[in-house]
């Protein structure tokens, strides 16, 4: 700035630079943290101004000024060079063997099964997870058992305040925490566990991070309003997405079935996710997401030491079990997560330049994302 | 002692002058007294309902201006001698009910006693209420001491019996609330029974021939004007400058002409009676010089009238030249004081005087500044309306869709202010919230997407929302009202309402419930604490997403002054040092920062809040708004 003037860091900036951007992710992250932001109806409200320079609201947001290097080296000891999806110590196909995680399950039920496994095993004596209200609202949970668990299964489509559960507690003795979450959150997770601000968050706590796989999420306010529209008004019971390459979103909602292309509701996917560079959620422990041509199965990323120690116990103790990865399925899934960095970075070239987006990266990254990414059929 | 009730004729008493009007009043005889409250006329009737009973008289707080009228016309109806009181805004409500008034005119003596309250120090508005008089072709009076306070309200009885028409007095700020002496006179023995000749009726119509009368009226009480021991001159025979005053400027023109020590040179003609004019008084008083200035509270009101006599006379007048609030020589706005006195009347002979420096006035300021911290309009320590202000703002923040709150006259017109964080968008009369409810809340159908709501308190509402409450269901407008009951009038002194219980002079009365009126109303009611924040955030949101219709949410809470005299406080507050974040990121100091209830303190060294104990009320919204809970409460 050069006049001495202190760069805000605060709630002011993210105001500016996230609200004002619409790149709120509503991951959550900033939530339960002071009295000036609340969430409400798919959004982060501000309240009040705080004029603090410096904030945590700002500092784990995972839209603002991130040193994408930086936290992988912080976390990984290793930078991004595995540009395509991150970090792998292995890939693999898995399932979970007892049928009450598959039935609900979006694919192999796997998230479900290695949380309860978890939870069983004494990894973690809590989980956040996220489960939906009536109105298809997600939210944030701690659960300690199985039948939580299962009510959190499935998926919204919809992105919800996630990590609002983690700081609002409460928290108590020497509990450890599991965290299953959106790439957005897997990332503000990691910025909170390498922040420098003081912690009064339980950052400290969380020993586990499933990451879910994820190509972008829809906005509760907007997205809502449409469906009440098309479906009169009535309360939707159910919503699911078909497959490729039929894509079609399937709600009930009174004693009807509606089907809908997903192109409809492309408009209401929310702004952040079009700078989303990030599909696996590549900051997690293990990242899980579907494979595509298999249904019922779970592609499985380990990434870290606890991600794959996890995994080992759980296949040990025949809670899952695991296939490999066909090479076509780990070449497709490459290429996707890249196609999502290349998107997100073209985004962010459209609206106003890479190097004035929400992290930087070294230029080399970004020219190879760019040229290994040209390829790839969209 | 009730010095205002004792029959001590020739003793003097220190009275306040809205006591003195009381006095006045008790030594013409008077029955029946009516008001509704507002500074700066509240004291007249809540000192007349002190001696009620001893008395006998029929003190009354009405549910409004009008029906107060209403009730003292009555009295004087039946041969009574009726009081009512007001402020200038109450006028305004009176006003329908008195332009017929005029026209049917009045048995037992009628004086109807309006303060008006320069500078609106504690109105919505500025206003000159003497112009109802001239609308009226009503007698007015104005006093300008404490003395004449007393005697004109005395006279103006006997006035209005002789005329057959209502007296106006007008007060203003300085004249009601200040205190002087006054000397008793004898009380009455004994009064008239009431009884309504029902042998003619009282209406205004046919309006004509009823206009012809009022007009012979009034010029009676012009030539009775003229005698008036309340108007003179004071000065020299052909002054330089005559100064044309009444009321409170009468005081400071004199003081002025004192301290100026220009008595030799400067004449002042001081009018108690401003409506209708003294005519041939003021021509003969003019002669004395051709240059005039007026000096009045709040509107040229003299000055024009005083101007229409000269045009109408001025072939043997000669050429004059008028100074006031036309010539800009006195400020056409605000309240006058001695200092704008001295100021006009220096620049107008050519003085040049200054009573204290004008950087002296600057160096008080800075000096003072140091030393008091500067306290913008606020709520006092647990003040329900603040805890409501805080539940309304989070409720519209988080609804977000801009709606915007409504509102009136109350204490809760302080939500306009910081301590109601902004809230309130609109203040106009008693009631306008709700009915300004009623226009914006049909608007919806031309594509207003904000959420309306209305706020009103207990007495504002029988005073003048139930109407509007009437127009919205019947109407079918879409809004929120808040009925802010806290179980008094709490702006002008705690006057019982409806609402309460009891009556002016203390006795027990029916309670006319809220819920019940809305009820009937057609409104879906419900009710909350505002002490209970997240209870009353939750009801507001449930209640904003809420489609059509009228909803009312009552607020209720009794105002924290009013507990405070019967019951203990309900919570003793602490803040725990060790959890206070202070300014640290989580906190920033929600509570001294934000929330600023005045029993809280901020200690700058230790960057930590305290409770102040001296103010704290113990009310416990601030440990409900703590993030880190640090502020405790427990039940006292």
């Given at each position: 700035?050069?006049?001495?003037?202190?760069?805000?860091?605060?709630?002011?900036?993210?105001?500016?630079?996230?609200?004002?951007?619409?790149?709120?992710?509503?991951?959550?992250?900033?939530?339960?943290?002071?009295?000036?932001?609340?969430?409400?109806?798919?959004?982060?409200?501000?309240?009040?101004?705080c004029?603090?320079?410096?904030?945590?609201?700002?500092?784990?947001?995972?839209?603002?000024e991130?040193?994408?290097?930086?936290?992988?080296q912080?976390?990984?000891?290793?930078?991004?060079?595995?540009?395509?999806?991150?970090?792998?110590?292995?890939?693999?196909?898995?399932?979970?063997?007892?049928?009450?995680?598959?039935?609900?399950?979006?694919?192999?039920?796997?998230?479900?099964?290695?949380?309860?496994?978890?939870?069983?095993?004494?990894?973690?004596?809590?989980?956040?997870?996220?489960?939906?209200?009536?109105?298809?609202?997600?939210?944030?949970?701690?659960?300690?058992?199985?039948?939580?668990?299962?009510?959190?299964?499935?998926?919204?489509?919809?992105?919800?305040?996630?990590?609002?559960?983690?700081?609002?507690?409460?928290?108590?003795?020497?509990?450890?925490?599991?965290?299953?979450g959106?790439?957005?959150?897997?990332?503000?997770?990691?910025?909170?566990?390498?922040?420098?601000?003081?912690?009064?968050?339980?950052?400290?706590?969380?020993?586990?991070?499933?990451?879910?796989?994820?190509?972008?999420?829809?906005?509760?306010?907007?997205?809502?309003a449409?469906?009440?529209e098309?479906?009169?008004?009535?309360?939707?019971?159910?919503?699911?997405?078909?497959?490729?390459?039929?894509?079609?979103?399937?709600?009930?909602?009174?004693?009807?079935?509606?089907?809908?292309?997903?192109?409809?509701?492309?408009?209401?996917?929310?702004p952040?996710?079009?700078?989303?560079?990030?599909?696996?959620?590549?900051?997690?422990?293990?990242?899980?997401g579907?494979?595509?041509?298999?249904?019922?199965?779970?592609?499985?990323?380990?990434?870290?030491?606890?991600?794959?120690?996890?995994?080992?116990?759980a296949?040990?103790?025949?809670?899952?079990?695991?296939?490999?990865?066909?090479?076509?399925?780990?070449?497709?899934?490459?290429?996707?997560?890249?196609?999502?960095?290349?998107?997100?970075?073209?985004?962010?070239?459209?609206?106003?330049?890479?190097?004035?987006?929400?992290?930087?990266?070294?230029?080399?990254?970004?020219?190879?994302?760019?040229?290994?990414?040209?390829?790839?059929?969209? | 002692?009730?010095?205002?009730?004792?029959?001590?004729?020739?003793?003097?008493?220190?009275?306040?002058g809205?006591?003195?009007?009381?006095?006045?009043?008790?030594?013409?005889?008077?029955?029946?007294?009516?008001?509704?409250?507002?500074?700066?006329?509240?004291?007249?009737?809540?000192?007349?309902?002190?001696?009620?009973?001893?008395?006998?008289?029929?003190?009354?707080?009405?549910?409004?201006?009008?029906?107060?009228?209403?009730?003292?016309?009555?009295?004087?109806?039946?041969?009574?001698?009726?009081?009512?009181?007001?402020?200038?805004?109450?006028?305004?409500?009176?006003?329908?009910?008195?332009?017929?008034?005029?026209?049917?005119?009045?048995?037992?003596?009628?004086?109807?006693?309006?303060?008006?309250?320069?500078?609106?120090v504690?109105?919505?508005?500025e206003?000159?209420?003497?112009?109802?008089?001239?609308?009226?072709?009503?007698?007015?009076?104005?006093?300008?001491?404490?003395?004449?306070?007393?005697?004109m309200?005395?006279?103006?009885?006997?006035?209005?019996?002789?005329?057959?028409?209502?007296?106006?007095?007008?007060?203003?700020?300085?004249?009601?609330?200040?205190?002087?002496?006054?000397?008793?006179?004898?009380?009455?023995?004994?009064?008239?029974?009431?009884?309504?000749?029902?042998?003619?009726?009282?209406?205004?119509?046919?309006?004509?021939?009823?206009?012809?009368?009022?007009?012979?009226?009034?010029?009676?009480?012009?030539?009775?004007?003229?005698?008036?021991?309340?108007?003179?001159?004071?000065?020299?025979?052909?002054?330089?400058?005559?100064?044309?005053?009444?009321?409170?400027?009468?005081?400071?023109?004199?003081?002025?002409?004192?301290?100026?020590?220009v008595?030799?040179?400067?004449?002042?003609?001081?009018?108690?009676?401003?409506?209708?004019?003294p005519?041939?008084?003021?021509?003969?008083?003019?002669?004395?010089?051709?240059?005039?200035?007026?000096?009045?509270?709040?509107?040229?009101?003299?000055?024009?009238?005083?101007?229409?006599?000269?045009?109408?006379?001025?072939?043997?007048?000669?050429?004059?030249?008028?100074?006031?609030?036309?010539?800009?020589?006195?400020?056409?706005?605000?309240?006058?004081?001695?200092?704008?006195?001295?100021?006009?009347?220096?620049?107008?002979?050519?003085?040049?005087?200054?009573?204290?420096?004008?950087?002296?006035?600057?160096?008080?300021?800075?000096?003072?500044?140091?030393?008091?911290?500067a306290?913008?309009?606020?709520?006092?320590?647990?003040?329900?309306?603040?805890?409501?202000?805080?539940?309304?703002?989070?409720?519209?923040?988080?609804?977000?869709?801009?709606?915007?709150?409504?509102?009136?006259?109350?204490?809760?017109?302080?939500?306009?202010?910081p301590?109601?964080?902004?809230?309130?968008?609109?203040?106009h009369?008693?009631?306008?919230?709700?009915?300004?409810?009623?226009?914006?809340?049909?608007?919806?159908?031309?594509?207003?997407?904000?959420?309306?709501?209305?706020?009103?308190?207990?007495?504002?509402?029988?005073?003048?929302?139930?109407?509007?409450?009437?127009?919205?269901?019947y109407?079918?407008?879409?809004?929120?009202?808040?009925?802010?009951?806290?179980?008094?009038?709490?702006?002008?002194?705690?006057?019982?309402?409806p609402?309460?219980?009891?009556?002016?002079?203390?006795?027990?009365a029916?309670?006319?419930?809220?819920?019940?009126?809305?009820?009937?109303?057609?409104?879906?009611?419900?009710?909350?604490?505002?002490?209970?924040?997240?209870?009353?955030?939750?009801?507001?949101?449930?209640?904003?997403?809420?489609?059509?219709?009228?909803?009312?949410?009552?607020?209720?809470?009794?105002?924290?002054?009013?507990?405070?005299?019967?019951?203990?406080r309900?919570?003793?507050?602490?803040?725990?040092?060790?959890?206070?974040?202070?300014?640290?990121?989580?906190?920033?100091?929600?509570?001294?920062?934000?929330?600023?209830?005045?029993?809280?303190?901020?200690?700058?060294?230790?960057?930590?809040?305290?409770?102040?104990?001296?103010?704290?009320?113990?009310c416990?919204?601030?440990?409900?708004?703590?993030?880190?809970?640090?502020?405790?409460?427990?039940?006292?």
């Open positions: 700035m050069g006049t001495g003037e202190k760069v805000n860091r605060g709630l002011k900036a993210l105001e500016e630079k996230v609200f004002g951007r619409n790149l709120c992710a509503f991951c959550g992250a900033c939530l339960s943290l002071c009295p000036y932001l609340r969430s409400w109806k798919g959004r982060v409200v501000k309240l009040d101004d004029n603090l320079e410096e904030g945590r609201c700002f500092a784990y947001c995972p839209r603002t991130i040193d994408l290097d930086g936290l992988y912080g976390l990984f000891k290793k930078s991004d060079e595995e540009i395509e999806m991150g970090p792998i110590k292995k890939i693999m196909m898995a399932r979970a063997k007892n049928p009450i995680f598959t039935k609900k399950a979006q694919t192999g039920g796997v998230v479900s099964a290695l949380m309860d496994f978890a939870l069983r095993e004494k990894i973690i004596q809590a989980g956040i997870l996220t489960p939906r209200d009536g109105d298809l609202l997600p939210h944030g949970r701690i659960i300690k058992g199985r039948k939580e668990i299962l009510r959190c299964a499935g998926s919204s489509y919809v992105s919800g305040p996630t990590l609002e559960a983690l700081n609002r507690g409460p928290w108590k003795g020497e509990d450890r925490i599991g965290v299953v959106l790439p957005c959150q897997v990332l503000a997770l990691a910025r909170m566990k390498t922040s420098k601000l003081e912690k009064k968050t339980p950052i400290d706590r969380v020993s586990l991070v499933i990451g879910l796989f994820c190509t972008w999420a829809l906005d509760y306010g907007p997205f809502t449409f469906l009440c098309r479906m009169g008004g009535h309360s939707i019971k159910k919503l699911n997405i078909t497959p490729p390459p039929e894509r079609m979103l399937e709600a009930t909602a009174g004693n009807e079935s509606y089907r809908i292309p997903v192109d409809d509701i492309r408009p209401f996917i929310r952040s996710c079009q700078v989303c560079l990030d599909m696996t959620a590549e900051l997690s422990d293990i990242s899980v579907t494979v595509e041509g298999k249904e019922g199965w779970n592609t499985v990323v380990i990434r870290t030491a606890v991600g794959g120690s996890l995994l080992k116990r296949k040990d103790a025949g809670v899952i079990e695991t296939r490999p990865l066909p090479k076509a399925n780990l070449n497709h899934l490459k290429d996707a997560s890249l196609l999502k960095k290349r998107r997100a970075l073209d985004a962010l070239d459209e609206k106003g330049g890479i190097e004035k987006a929400y992290f930087s990266l070294t230029a080399n990254l970004i020219k190879r994302i760019l040229s290994e990414a040209k390829g790839i059929k969209t | 002692m009730k010095s205002i009730a004792q029959n001590a004729p020739g003793k003097t008493v220190l009275l306040m809205n006591e003195a009007i009381a006095r006045g009043a008790i030594e013409a005889g008077v029955r029946v007294c009516a008001a509704y409250p507002g500074n700066p006329s509240s004291e007249i009737i809540g000192t007349l309902a002190k001696v009620a009973e001893e008395m006998n008289l029929h003190v009354e707080w009405s549910v409004n201006e009008k029906v107060a009228l209403e009730v003292a016309a009555a009295a004087s109806f039946a041969g009574l001698r009726g009081l009512c009181a007001m402020k200038q805004n109450g006028l305004n409500v009176a006003s329908d009910f008195l332009l017929n008034l005029n026209l049917t005119g009045c048995r037992g003596g009628l004086v109807l006693v309006v303060a008006d309250d320069p500078a609106g504690s109105s919505s508005n206003e000159d209420s003497r112009i109802f008089a001239k609308m009226g072709d009503l007698p007015l009076m104005e006093p300008a001491n404490f003395q004449e306070a007393k005697e309200t005395k006279w103006a009885f006997k006035i209005s019996e002789e005329l057959g028409l209502p007296v106006l007095i007008r007060s203003v700020t300085r004249v009601s609330h200040a205190r002087g002496n006054v000397l008793l006179d004898e009380l009455p023995q004994s009064s008239p029974k009431p009884r309504f000749d029902s042998s003619r009726a009282l209406t205004a119509f046919p309006a004509l021939p009823n206009h012809k009368i009022l007009h012979e009226r009034f010029n009676r009480a012009k030539k009775v004007f003229e005698e008036s021991a309340f108007n003179f001159y004071r000065g020299p025979e052909k002054p330089e400058l005559m100064v044309v005053t009444c009321g409170s400027g009468w005081m400071y023109s004199l003081e002025t002409a004192i301290n100026l020590n008595q030799d040179r400067v004449g002042i003609l001081k009018l108690g009676t401003t409506w209708p004019l005519e041939n008084l003021i021509i003969k008083h003019l002669k004395r010089t051709d240059r005039i200035l007026f000096i009045e509270e709040v509107d040229p009101f003299l000055e024009n009238n005083v101007k229409e006599i000269y045009a109408q006379n001025c072939l043997g007048l000669g050429l004059k030249a008028f100074f006031g609030k036309t010539s800009k020589h006195v400020p056409d706005v605000g309240e006058l004081n001695p200092e704008i006195v001295n100021h006009a009347i220096q620049n107008l002979i050519n003085i040049s005087y200054e009573p204290r420096p004008t950087e002296y006035a600057l160096r008080v300021h800075e000096a003072a500044a140091e030393l008091v911290p306290r913008p309009l606020g709520f006092c320590a647990g003040c329900p309306h603040r805890a409501t202000y805080w539940a309304i703002k989070v409720a519209l923040t988080l609804d977000g869709r801009d709606g915007f709150v409504l509102g009136d006259i109350g204490c809760y017109s302080l939500g306009m202010g301590s109601g964080f902004g809230q309130m968008k609109t203040l009369a008693m009631g306008s919230g709700t009915g300004l409810a009623c226009g914006l809340g049909q608007l919806d159908r031309f594509g207003l997407e904000q959420p309306v709501i209305a706020v009103c308190g207990d007495s504002t509402f029988y005073h003048a929302a139930m109407p509007a409450l009437a127009n919205a269901y109407n079918g407008a879409n809004f929120l009202l808040l009925l802010l009951d806290n179980s008094a009038t709490a702006m002008t002194g705690f006057q019982p309402h609402g309460t219980g009891s009556t002016a002079t203390g006795k027990e029916p309670v006319i419930d809220l819920k019940a009126i809305c009820k009937v109303f057609g409104a879906r009611v419900e009710i909350v604490d505002p002490f209970d924040v997240t209870a009353t955030v939750e009801i507001l949101l449930k209640l904003l997403q809420e489609e059509k219709g009228v909803k009312v949410l009552i607020l209720k809470r009794e105002c924290a002054l009013v507990s405070a005299k019967h019951q203990k309900l919570y003793e507050v602490e803040v725990d040092q060790k959890r206070c974040l202070g300014e640290t990121c989580g906190c920033n100091r929600l509570c001294t920062r934000i929330f600023k209830c005045p029993g809280l303190m901020w200690d700058e060294s230790a960057g930590k809040a305290h409770i102040d104990e001296a103010i704290c009320t113990g416990g919204v601030c440990a409900e708004i703590c993030p880190a809970s640090a502020i405790r409460k427990e039940a006292a």
